[in-house]
């Protein structure tokens, strides 16, 4: 089992940049696909990004490809999002997740508790 804990969101104006840290307990961290998942008021989650448990591949949702970067430590049991010149309409939570097989946004065996990104205009 994996615990997982979000840090790093707030409020940031569009264009600018955050980071999201989201630090795993256990010594098993290496052995997780790891992801980020958003949730907008009033919308369904919404995948935004996984690497692979060696952090050799990365997926993106396209509105976000260039823009967001994907990492993970697994020396630290941390991942991370960088996120350059957001927009208003990405304003949500944003959750990590985590699973033994891939991470989704609708099945993820693991999920964080989130943490709130307001992106101002």
């Known amino acids: 089992q994996v615990q997982l804990v979000e840090s790093g969101g707030g409020l940031v104006q569009a264009g600018g940049s955050l980071r999201l840290s989201c630090a795993a307990s256990?010594?098993?961290?290496?052995?997780?696909?790891m992801g980020w998942i958003r949730q907008a008021p009033g919308k369904e989650r919404e995948f935004v990004a996984r690497?692979?448990?060696?952090?050799?591949?990365?997926y993106y949702v396209d509105s976000v490809k260039g823009r967001f970067t994907i990492s993970r430590d697994n020396a630290k049991n941390t991942m991370y999002l960088q996120m350059n010149s957001p927009n208003p309409e990405e304003t949500a939570v944003y959750y990590c997740?985590?699973?033994?097989?891939?991470?989704?946004?609708?099945?993820?065996?693991?999920w964080g508790q989130g943490t709130q990104v307001t992106v101002s205009s």
């Open positions: 997740a985590a699973d033994k097989v891939v991470v989704t946004a609708k099945r993820s065996a693991y």
């Open positions: 256990g010594r098993t961290f290496s052995t997780y696909d």
């Open positions: 690497i692979s448990r060696s952090g050799g591949n990365t």
